[in-house]
T-cell receptor, first 116, second 111 residues
Framework: AQSVTQLDSHVSVSEGTPVLLRCNYSSSYSPSLFWYVQHPNKGLQLLLKYTSAATLVKGINGFEAEFKKSETSFHLTKPSAHMSDAAEYFC??????????????FGSGTRLQVQP | DAMVIQNPRYQVTQFGKPVTLSCSQTLNHNVMYWYQQKSSQAPKLLFH???????NEADTPDNFQSRRPNTSFCFLDIRSPGLGDAAMYLC??????????FGPGTRLLVL
């Protein structure tokens, strides 16, 4: 069994300040973890992924996330927010042996607002 | 160089009138998925194809069907849309290593 908890449904930051979106997961097996971003009326775009290599993962648009097994966390950060970062962010986990049939488990999403 | 293409982007149908949503991919991935996403919610998996092997989620209504005539194309058929079926429908593909690539979605409106 696997699950994802995004600890904040809404986060509001000022442009140029750091962003922190929190995610905790549970998984029976070694997990693969992803962050996806969704702009209004758009599909999901992959920001970054963790698949058991380096624990600090760098993604697109200056985002990064750190896999902390002891804390079962995979928080998303960015040093300086930009107005274009305003969107919905989903933390996603998948795990299991049969990679071809893996289901993704989505968190409930965090809406990021960026104030000018 | 779009990789997962969904048509149309917006679809309006009438209550009870069958509708088909289309997804195609240029990635040659063997797994294709259909998700339903309602407003302010996370995507919910409806079903997926592993090659030609169809896998339905337990709670997917019978009203929803899918076809995959070849590797590149997958269709979502809603036999009798109700007002509650209005949502964004997302198609995704995977090579089977966990990472999924999503299309831009089709927003369905039911009148």
């Amino acid at each position: 069994a696997q699950s994802v908890t995004q600890l904040d449904s809404h986060v509001s930051v000022s442009e140029g300040t750091p962003v922190l979106l929190r995610c905790n997961y549970s998984s029976s097996y070694s997990p693969s973890l992803f962050w996806y971003v969704q702009h209004p009326n758009k599909g999901l775009q992959l920001l970054l992924k963790y698949t058991s290599a380096a624990t600090l993962v760098k993604g697109i648009n200056g985002f990064e996330a750190e896999f902390k097994k002891s804390e079962t966390s995979f928080h998303l950060t960015k040093p300086s927010a930009h107005m274009s970062d305003a969107a919905e962010y989903f933390c996603v986990v998948t795990s299991g042996v049969d990679t071809g049939r893996r289901a993704l488990t989505f968190g409930s999403g965090t809406r990021l607002q960026v104030q000018p | 160089d779009a990789m997962v293409i969904q048509n149309p982007r917006y679809q309006v149908t009438q209550f009870g009138k069958p509708v088909t949503l289309s997804c195609s991919q240029t990635l040659n991935h063997n797994v294709m998925y259909w998700y339903q996403q309602k407003s302010s919610q996370a995507p919910k998996l409806l079903f997926h194809y592993y090659d030609k092997d169809f896998n339905n989620e337990a709670d997917t209504p019978d009203n929803f069907q899918s076809r995959r005539p070849n590797t590149s194309f997958c269709f979502l058929d809603i036999r009798s849309p109700g007002l509650g079926d209005a949502a964004m429908y997302l198609c995704a593909t995977s090579s089977g290593r966990g990472l999924q690539y999503f299309g831009p979605g089709t927003r369905l409106l039911v009148l």
